[in-house]
Structure formats: C-alpha cells, structure tokens
C-alpha cells in the first residue's frame, strides 16, 4: 500500500511495504545508542544479500530506503546536524548551560557524538550495500543498475564527508563484511577525502542529469547533486580551480535559477538541486519542528545568537523572511524561520541538502582565491541582490572579496546542515571567533569531535583525538 506524501509513492511499481522488505535486507538496525556499527553482525532473521536485488523495484527500494531512514526523527541527517553544528560554533543558543554541544566541551562518552557516528555508517553501509548488491545482480535492468550504482556512491560520499569534517581521520568502509569492519583502523582524513572524490566522479558520469527517475522531484540525486557535492569538497581541499570547474558547469547548465526567498525551502524549487522528502505522519521537516515555537509569547528551543543578528546588514531581506522573533518576559529572542511549517503533514517543504546559492558562492570564492576577482564580486552580487541589497563595488582587493563570500556564507547558510561551523574550521578562524565567545570552555582542540569511547572500546585499532 503507497501511503499518501510518501517517498515511495515517487518509483512505479515501489510499494511503502516493497521498501520495508528492502530496508531489512540492507541494513542493520538497533539503537544508535547501543548498538555499534563497526562491530554489529548482520542479524540472522532477515533477508540478506541479493534476495533483495532480484528486480528493479525491490533495487530501487532499497536505495530509497536509505533517504528514508536518514529523514527520521532524531536523525544526524533529518535536522540534528544543523542544530548541533550550530550550537557548537556562533549560531544558536539553549537555556541549558550544561549542553555540551552548547560550550564546545564534549566529551567521548556523549551519547549523540556517538549517535552521530553510528548512523553515519548505518548510511554508508547501506550505500555499500547497494553497491555490491546491484554491482553483482543479473536481474536489474542497465539503466537501473546505473542509476542505484551512482546514488549509492554519492551517498558514501556524502556521509564521508560528515564523518570526516566532525571526526577528522575516521575508518574508510568500502564493503559490508563485519569481520573486516570491526577492526579497520582510522583512514587519514586526506585518503578518505581521495575516496570522496573518486566516488563523486563516478557519480557525475553514472547519474541521470535530470529528475526523470523520481517523478520529476528532486528527492533522489542525480548528476547535478553529485556535480554540486563535488564543488564543495575541492573547495573544502582547497583545489580551487577544479571547485570553480565544478560549479561553473552546474550554473551554466541553466537547469537551476534562485527562487525567492520565500520558496528557497519550498518542495522541488528552482534552486534546489537535492532535497530529501519528508516521512513524518506529524509535521514536514524536524528542523520546522524544533525550531518554531508553539506561539510568538513561547521560548524558542534554540534562539539564534545576538551576534548573528548583529551581523546582517540593514536591508537584508533575509532578515524579515528567515528569521522570526517571540517576546518572552519583555525580552525578543529570534529563531531560525527558513522551514515555515512546524506542525503538519503538508508537504509543501521539502528537506533542502544542496541549493543554487552554495555553488554561486563556490565560484566566488575559487575566482577569488584564483584572482579572478570581477567574477567573484559578480557572484557574490548575484546572492546579494536575490536579498535585496546593493553591490559590492567592483575595486575590492582579494582579501576583501573573500571577506564578502565568508560574510554571506554567513547569512545565506546560517542554521543549515552546519555550513557555518565547518566554514570555521577550513578558514582556520574557529578558534579566534569561538575562544572569545566561549572564553571558559573553548579549547584548540575542539576543532575535531572525540571519537566515540563505545566505538574505541568495540574496536581497539581506533584511537582517540588529541585533547579527550
């Protein structure tokens, strides 16, 4: 039976109970709490292997299933790495002192540190699990072998890249053989980003470039996401030229134009190149849930922080069409508004992973650092201009260029899948920024995450990072 609003309404021929099946046959489940990805068996009361990949619909659940398990409440990839990236660096704020996540002071034995790890590979081993299914299946057709072989791939990729900005040297799992898991020691972080690209590569030429196999909705990658992914992560390299490469192709494909403001969020938008549909009965996207407040008199969970306000120029329309406020007690708290819907199936928002935006200011800041600094401004003013404000003139020097891109980064991806505290990170500015605004707590340290003590513990060939 197709259940109304579901991802799985989008694949002929895939039913809610066809990718139940699949889910099963793919991935190990248990408690993120408990259980521990690298040294769990498979258990042994379900269907394995390539009993779930004997056609194209039972394949492609499989697949599908994947998007679905990271949109589940309380999930690393439906909401809690905005909120907790956010936490961690300059943007959002709680009422509880002792959040760990709040001070920058976590520890190895916290418990969504570990969380995070877990369903982080949970995801990969479901990609890879994919991979060797299709990869050795003779009953799915070649276009849909070719298809599910990219997802699959963009999203190891995508959850390496995670695994490795939060964690830095993290244990590289290419296959789903236990006993090789449970004893695989940290990668350095540069040999798993070599996997990353390779694997965003093999992407860009395996997926379709539009949304034919989704229905036209942009709820599954297609080449453009990988293309886009992969712009960010030589960005992050620091490979300038083959980021502005990368985004280049995708704005001049013309497949992609900036929405407005109050559509950026919206389901299949203009911008959006990659969003993940939401599977709550109860409300459309977990961040909407958390961050808006019952009524504008109720304290919001995660108010965002007085210096970001403080930081958006004077007619930044962002400002008025992203951000709402609650009074409480005589004292105006301003919270994240970019997710309009916090109670309610509508379907009218879809999860945006990767948007038109980013790209733009991807390219300025390669032109940038490659001293093309006309076309940098020019992107630049392309974002600005979408939030009503003036150009930056045209005589800025390059050090002023990339000041602009940081500060509209700043603004364009503030409280989203933790833009903001990664950007802290590459630029090498975390500790500068955070050290004065959490003077009693902030180490340099901090600048990776603790690796799990329950996964140090599980496996002995781990070993912890420096400071905890």
């Excluded at 539009?210 to 992560?233: I, M, Q």
Aim: glycine letters at 6%; proline letters at 5%; one cysteine or more.
């Amino acid at each position: 039976m197709k259940t109304k609003g579901s991802i799985f309404n989008n694949i002929p021929g895939v039913t809610a109970k066809c990718v139940c099946l699949a889910i099963i046959g793919v991935f190990i489940i248990g408690s993120s709490s408990c259980k521990k990805f690298l040294e769990v068996q498979p258990p042994n009361n379900v269907v394995t292997g390539p009993a779930v990949f004997q056609s194209d619909a039972s394949a492609t659940s499989a697949m599908v299933g994947v998007y679905s398990t990271m949109m589940r409440i309380q999930q690393s990839f439906s909401g809690n790495m905005t909120i907790d990236c956010g936490l961690y660096s300059d943007e959002l704020s709680t009422s509880d002192p002792a959040n760990q996540f709040m001070t920058s002071a976590l520890t190895s034995d916290n418990t969504e540190v570990n969380s995070y790890w877990t369903q982080i590979y949970n995801y990969i081993y479901g990609a890879n699990a994919v991979l060797q299914g299709v990869t050795g299946s003779s009953k799915i057709t070649p276009a849909i072998k070719k298809q599910l072989e990219g997802e699959a791939k963009f999203v190891r990729a995508f959850g390496y890249f995670y695994l490795v900005n939060l964690y830095g040297d993290v244990p590289l799992v290419t296959a789903t053989d236990y006993h090789v898991n449970s004893t695989i020691a940290r990668t350095p972080a540069t040999d798993v980003y070599k996997q990353i690209v390779a694997d965003l590569q093999d992407a860009t030429n395996l997926l379709a470039s539009d949304y034919s196999f989704s229905n036209g909705e942009k709820v599954r990658p297609n080449k453009w996401a990988a293309t886009a992914l992969l712009a960010r992560v030589y960005l992050y390299m620091g490979d300038w030229q083959d980021a502005f490469k990368q985004s280049d192709a995708l704005i001049s494909s013309n497949n992609f134009t900036l929405p407005s403001l109050a559509a950026t969020f919206t389901a299949n938008n203009t911008g959006a190149i990659w969003q993940l549909m939401p599977v709550s009965q109860i409300y459309d996207t977990f961040e909407g849930a958390k961050f808006i407040p019952p009524n504008n008199s109720a304290l919001p969970n995660f108010p965002l922080e007085n210096s970001l306000i403080q930081s958006i120029e004077p007619g930044d329309q962002r400002l008025t069409n992203w951000i709402n406020s609650s009074t409480v007690g005589g004292q105006t708290y301003y919270y994240p508004f970019k997710y309009k819907v916090a109670r309610g199936a509508s379907r009218s928002e879809y999860y945006t992973v990767l948007r038109l935006a980013e790209q733009y200011l991807i390219r300025a800041e390669a032109n940038a650092q490659l001293n093309n600094l006309p076309a940098a401004i020019a992107d630049i003013n392309t974002v600005r201009a979408r939030a009503g404000l003036l150009p930056l003139a045209g005589t800025l020097t390059a050090d002023q260029v990339l000041a602009a891109v940081a500060q509209e980064r700043r603004i364009e991806f503030f409280a989203e899948w933790g833009h903001r505290w990664f950007d802290l990170k590459r630029t090498g500015a975390a500790s500068s920024i955070l050290g004065v605004l959490k003077p009693a707590s902030w180490k340099n340290s901090a600048i990776l995450w603790p690796v799990p003590v329950v996964q140090i513990n599980a496996n002995p060939a781990l070993v912890q990072n420096s400071g905890y």
